[in-house]
């Protein structure tokens, strides 16, 4: 029996450490487990054009590339990902014009091959070392590669400029060499015919609360007009919790029988080992966001330089997101700043997450506490590392206002820590019983949830929270979320519109 050839997108993992990017890298290990299955990963930039790989089709009127020149040229494709030409608008415009063209006129966008043999140490720290254990290095480089010349953003931008003058032209993806291709979000292409084309999907943000993201009238318009046109092309959907497949089919009622529920895999390097409390200030001094700077002769600054006696001490909340609107920071200083006016002068709050979007007055807000050294914002914060701060947190607080899966939940159940989360649809469906759920417009039920977790008289409570949440967290393990991508890949042929 031929190995299902399964080709998946890597171009998020680009993007950070969490959210996304995150279920990208863990998506594409755990595929890479599976036994009849071929994963080979397709490598994109949202902005810049690559140098092509090398191509698939042999030409008798060219004499074949020499090694060291097929190097050459992979060579030129790792820095043209790395620090390639900006495409501004003009370049943006021709390659629109250039894609328009080429799709009525019945031509396709061609892949390129990438051989991982030489540049294993590029492909595993750009895109994967973020997320996966050394342990991965064999498993994740032994794989194939591709390269996707064109921008993703000017695919996104050719169908936009097209549908102004009638008629919306994706460009065509040339994947004849493969039976699937799973992208994290709506793509701005069709397959090949053979192809089946799964888009992980994670949430419906950038349509049903397009206040809360960034660039709107773009990211909104990219996400509504690809989706439909996944839609209207039968793609399949496997999405990663059942609230956000309810908003897909909300949407797009067609889409409901090609569309499942299959939940991310949690890293496995989350656990309720033994952790120290030590550990604690290290990661701070290390993972100290440093672009948010106090004064030098400020308190933050002193508490950093601390002795080790002081700091062990520390007795903080947790929260683990990117810093911007949707992810609700601000209930949750509101909140902490009554519990240390009212009960707990000492707690502290410890913030891990990049600067998103509209975060300065997120920032600002956080300022004097981070000036003081009683709240620390934290990036670039290693799993090993961050599996201590969720074991050391009083609790962990997760008080978005919207999400489509919230791995910070998880990792922190898998971890030993307590959850608190804003009661919307998905936290229930994800964390079940083992959360303190509390009404996220509401900063007194936030403090009131976050009480009844940390207070010693009710530490009960607290012990309950961490003994279901270690048993609610191993439904997102590798070994109950793989087996059913194994049975999902075995796709019946979709009827096309």
Not at 161 to 177: A, C, E, F, I, Q
């Amino acid at each position: 029996m031929q190995p299902i050839r399964v080709l998946v997108e890597l171009r998020p993992a680009l993007g950070g450490h969490a959210g996304i990017p995150q279920a990208t890298r863990l998506l594409f290990r755990s595929l890479s487990l599976l036994e009849g299955v071929r994963v080979e990963g397709l490598l994109q930039s949202a902005e810049r054009s690559l140098t092509p790989g090398l191509s698939q089709r042999r030409s008798r009127l060219l004499w074949p590339l020499s090694v060291d020149q097929q190097l050459n040229r992979l060579s030129r494709t790792v820095i043209s990902i790395e620090t390639g030409r900006w495409d501004s608008y003009v370049f943006a415009t021709l390659h629109t014009i250039a894609m328009a063209l080429k799709h009525l006129f019945g031509g396709r966008q061609q892949l390129t091959s990438f051989d991982a043999l030489h540049f294993r140490d590029f492909l595993w720290r750009r895109f994967f070392a973020q997320t996966l254990p050394p342990d991965d290095f064999d498993i994740i480089t032994r794989a194939a590669f591709r390269i996707a010349r064109v921008p993703w953003t000017a695919m996104h931008l050719c169908a936009l400029v097209t549908r102004k003058l009638g008629y919306p032209l994706y460009p065509r993806l040339n994947t004849s060499d493969f039976d699937v291709m799973i992208c994290e979000t709506p793509y701005p292409a069709t397959v090949a015919r053979n192809t089946r084309l799964v888009i992980h999907y994670h949430d419906a943000i950038p349509i049903l609360m397009p206040h809360t993201i960034s660039d709107r009238r773009l990211h909104q318009a990219f996400h509504y007009r690809a989706l439909r046109n996944n839609v209207d092309h039968g793609a399949w959907f496997a999405c990663v919790s059942d609230a956000t497949r309810r908003d897909l089919v909300s949407m797009f009622p067609q889409a409901e029988a090609r569309s499942v529920t299959i939940h991310n895999v949690v890293s496995h390097l989350y656990h309720d080992g033994p952790s120290e409390a030590s550990r604690v200030p290290e990661i701070i001094r290390i993972r100290l966001n440093m672009r948010i700077k106090p004064p030098l002769d400020s308190a933050f600054r002193r508490a950093l330089l601390a002795d080790s006696a002081q700091v062990q001490k520390l007795d903080y909340l947790l929260i683990v997101s990117t810093i911007e609107p949707r992810k609700n920071h601000l209930t949750l200083l509101s909140a902490w700043e009554n519990l240390r006016a009212e009960r707990f002068p000492a707690l502290k709050l410890i913030i891990v997450g990049a600067l998103g979007w509209r975060q300065k007055r997120i920032v600002r807000k956080f300022r004097p506490w981070l000036e003081r050294g009683d709240a620390f914002l934290l990036e670039d914060v290693l799993a090993p590392e961050l599996r201590v701060l969720y074991a050391q947190a009083r609790a962990t607080v997760c008080p978005s206002f919207g999400e489509g899966f919230d791995f910070s939940g998880v990792e922190a159940m898998k971890s030993g820590s307590p959850v608190v989360a804003s009661d919307i649809p998905v936290h229930r469906e994800i964390f079940s019983d083992a959360a303190e759920y509390f009404n996220p417009y509401s900063v007194d039920a936030l403090s009131q949830a976050i009480h009844a977790v940390i207070d010693p008289v009710r530490s009960e409570r607290r012990g309950e929270l961490v003994a279901r949440g270690a048993v609610v967290s191993t439904r997102y393990s590798l070994e109950n979320i793989l087996p059913r991508w194994q049975a999902f890949l075995q796709l019946p042929a979709p009827t096309t519109p």
